[in-house]
């Protein structure tokens, strides 16, 4: 949700041209989301070891995990790259903000589509459900 947050504030910013501290605090947002990102993967990966994962839910889980993946480095390269280029001063014209408003919307559909991939989990295959059997 902090991506999509961001990916509105940098909306907000090209459309209105508002003042600085918009994109000050899209970036914040990009950074808070690509360290939320980056816990969902991990913590998602560990889940998957948990949760009872009937045989067809296995290709929709590696499609989600893939999508993760994508959205997760996209996010935190993005996040960095935003973070350099304030720090760096570069200017902030009417360009550089539709630029930055693109490729925050390739950011947003990147979640989408994770998202969408782990509700077939759920929705569809019960995934998370039921816990695992447990092993002895």
Excluded: C, K
Excluded at 3 to 29: K, N, Q
Excluded at 77 to 93: E, S
Excluded at 103 to 123: D, F, H, K, W
């Amino acid at each position: 949700m902090l991506l999509i947050t961001a990916a509105i504030v940098d909306l907000v910013d090209a459309v209105f041209e508002r003042p600085r501290w918009l994109a000050t605090a899209a970036t914040s947002l990009y950074l808070a989301g690509a360290g939320a990102a980056i816990t969902a993967y991990l913590t998602g990966l560990q889940a998957g070891s948990t949760v009872y994962l009937p045989g067809m839910a296995h290709p929709v889980l590696d499609n989600h995990r893939r999508w993760a993946l994508a959205t997760t480095g996209y996010a935190s390269l993005f996040a960095l790259t935003r973070l350099v280029a304030q720090r760096a001063g570069l200017p902030r014209n009417r360009r550089h903000r539709l630029v930055l408003l693109a490729l925050s919307i390739v950011g947003a559909v990147l979640v989408q589509q994770t998202a969408e991939r782990g509700a077939r989990l759920v929705y569809q295959h019960g995934v998370g459900v039921i816990a695992a059997p447990q092993t002895h």
